[in-house]
T-cell receptor, first 115, second 114 residues
Framework: AQSVSQHNHHVILSEAASLELGCNYSYGGTVNLFWYVQYPGQHLQLLLKYFSGDPLVKGIKGFEAEFIKSKFSFNLRKPSVQWSDTAEYFCAVNAPNNQGGKLIFGQGTELSVKP | DAGVIQSPRHEVTEMGQEVTLRCKPISGHNSLFWYRQTMMRGLELLIYFNNNVPIDDSGMPEDRFSAKMPNASFSTLKIQPSEPRDSAVYFC????????????FGNGTRLTVT
């Protein structure tokens, strides 16, 4: 079965620090990959997605992610975090042959940014 | 577009009572998903529908849980009888599967069973 692994459960950074959150998935075929963000008390919102093409994907709010097929990874990065980036971040995968387009989510990484 | 609409936002109930959570997907979306979020287990997919038909309910924890989608614009998730361990945030999400669109989530229902 497909699975998604996020290695960091809680990351604490100071403002302006660089961010990289790890994500690895288990499926060996063609995949669609997503990063979602959940701000405190809110619902999940899409940060960025990868379907095909350029493996370096840019999303909203200065976030980007790189798909490395050989490593089954889709790490999220941001060069300089802000206090407002404090949230929980979820990596998700969907295989096109997965009926209905369901997403499998990682456990999430909580990011705390100190001002 | 109003997005995915869930109701109620908060539900507090006593153990043994029936709980019904409601979801209105984005108009035109043909897939609907119910997720449960807890501190211990993170986001769990409970069940999802394509074109109002349940496709995979393997994530439904017990027979106490049931979900229906009588039409393209409405779905319910019912727990009967409820138990304290059902306390969680329940999210509904919808998508347009044909073009691999991402999931759009509702604001969730925070359920507390005492």
């Amino acid at each position: 079965a497909q699975s998604v692994s996020q290695h960091n459960h809680h990351v604490i950074l100071s403002e302006a620090a660089s961010l990289e959150l790890g994500c690895n998935y288990s499926y060996g075929g063609t995949v669609n990959l997503f990063w979602y963000v959940q701000y405190p008390g809110q619902h999940l919102q899409l940060l960025l997605k990868y379907f095909s093409g350029d493996p370096l994907v840019k999303g909203i709010k200065g976030f980007e992610a790189e798909f490395i097929k050989s490593k089954f990874s889709f790490n999220l990065r941001k060069p300089s975090v802000q206090w407002s980036d404090t949230a929980e971040y979820f990596c998700a995968v969907n295989a096109p042959n997965n009926q209905g387009g369901k997403l499998i989510f990682g456990q999430g990484t909580e990011l705390s940014v100190k001002p | 577009d109003a997005g995915v609409i869930q109701s109620p936002r908060h539900e507090v109930t006593e153990m043994g009572q029936e709980v019904t959570l409601r979801c209105k997907p984005i108009s035109g979306h043909n897939s609907l998903f119910w997720y449960r979020q807890t501190m211990m287990r993170g986001l769990e997919l409970l069940i999802y529908f394509n074109n109002n038909v349940p496709i995979d309910d393997s994530g439904m924890p017990e027979d106490r849980f049931s979900a229906k989608m009588p039409n393209a614009s409405f779905s319910t998730l019912k727990i009967q009888p409820s138990e304290p361990r059902d306390s969680a945030v329940y999210f509904c999400a919808s998508s347009l599967v044909q073009i691999n669109s991402p999931l759009h989530f509702g604001n969730g229902t925070r359920l507390t069973v005492t």
